[in-house]
């Protein structure tokens, strides 16, 4: 008998000890889904307006000491109200939030039996990670944990020289106790904060991640299991989900000094790139010590909120078209209809109240095809007696012809500078004809 079932008994024991290795391709294509959202880099160095973490790395034991023992006690972000950034993010049309709950220092901003070095020895004794999470959560934002393998603090307690995968011991794949110590944090984080939806390993993921697996078999792992590019985009689109992670300013945590922020205008243009070559963004802000956002990182939100209440459907549930541009024109496809959405640079470009003739000879055109201006009803122009603001479409053999009116007044001055986006619905892919086809059919009609 046990002859006969020792090779089922064996295959059982071994379907039951195999390790989960990627995400799960529905989980994926949810991810893909969502296209936006918020990072959020904040630990207790803010206050002093560090770059986060890294001035451990080859520092001095007397700064290190300081770091490490004096900080904490000074910091208590007394304004800190995570229901602010959590409506700003849904707004901003920010589908789910990563969020730093240790970066490369080792510190903890939850309340972790790992470590004193965490949170709950600040003067601010409170679970920032909790409640981050809760309020996100009550705005129907998916909740991701940003979790560094690395841990300078760790390394400084155990006489390991602090730097990043300079030495064998960095790597938890080689140090035993820090691995040790990275699974009971990632087990306190996906144990006791309910469902975590994706988890971004910022070092050696190898061990972590299966690990997160098992805990969570439907958490979705993206840097450590996905390209996420920092601060660069892709020349072409990526196969497969990939994300982009960039900064306002010119720094992840808050930096109180010369600081430039892109424009609400540049960060527009950025997630339209992205989504059209198959990304999603990951904006970061840099909340300040005392727990609020900057305000030139507010105001980009609330513009990015604007853009976001016209034209959303164009960002998300979207896919690539089978062309990413066509001259400066940007597509996104709808991912279960043949909808198109043509990103059409606006402010200068495209003026209020004026018409402007498009020729798109990639999109061709059908007795079903509609194409409308997202959020604009083409009827009227304010304050304009019989304007004509109809859209005007005609297939022709150079392609779709569109003639519309960028009538939507979303600024008071009229100077919205933002892109207004073309939905185009029922059209099909017209491959464009090569100059060997040309002459073939010119030597055809001879």
Known sequence: MLKVFFPVLVFIGLQASAQQTVNKPEREQQFIDWGFGMFIHWSFDSQVGAVISHSM?????????????ELPKTFNPKKFDPEEWAVAAKLAGMKYVVFTTKHHSGFCMWDTKTTPFNVMNTPFKRDITKELFDAFRKQGIAIGVYFSPDDFNYLYENKIPIGRL????HYPANNAGLMNLD????????????????????????????????????????????????????????PGPWEACFTMGTDWQYKPTNDP???????INMLIETRAKGGNLLMNVGPKPNGELQIEQEARLQELALWNLVNQEAIHDVRTWNLSKEGNIWFTKAKDTNTVYAFVQGGDA?????RKE??????????????????????LLEY???????????????GLVVSAVNGHRLYTNNQWPNPV???????????AVTKEEKQKKIDGAL
Do not use: C
């Not at 300079?166 to 011991?169: A, E, G, L, S």
């Not at 498009?358 to 009827?379: D, H, I, R």
């Not at 619905?425 to 491959?431: D, L």
């Open 421 to 431: 986006i073309l939905k185009i619905e029922n059209v099909t892919y017209k491959k």
């Open 358 to 379: 498009f020729v798109f000879k990639t999109l061709e055109a059908n007795g079903k095809t509609k194409v409308s201006v997202l959020g604009y009803g083409s009827n």
């Open 350 to 354: 495209w003026k209020y109240g004026t």
């Open 183 to 238: 699974k009971a944090q990632v087990k306190e984080l996906l144990t006791n904060y309910g469902k975590i939806d994706l988890i971004f390993f910022d070092g050696p993921a190898e061990g972590l991640k299966e690990y997160a697996w098992k805990l969570q078999p439907d958490i979705i792992v993206t840097r450590g299991q996905m390209q996420t590019p920092e601060q660069n985009l892709p020349d072409k689109p990526i």
């Open 57 to 69: 790395a080859g520092a001095s034991a007397d700064y290190v000491d300081r770091l490490v023992h």
């Open 261 to 267: 922020h892109k424009s609400g205008t540049e960060i």
């Open 384 to 398: 304009k007696e019989g304007f004509d603001a109809k859209v005007y479409t005609a297939s022709t053999p150079i």
């Open 166 to 169: 300079q030495h064998p011991q």
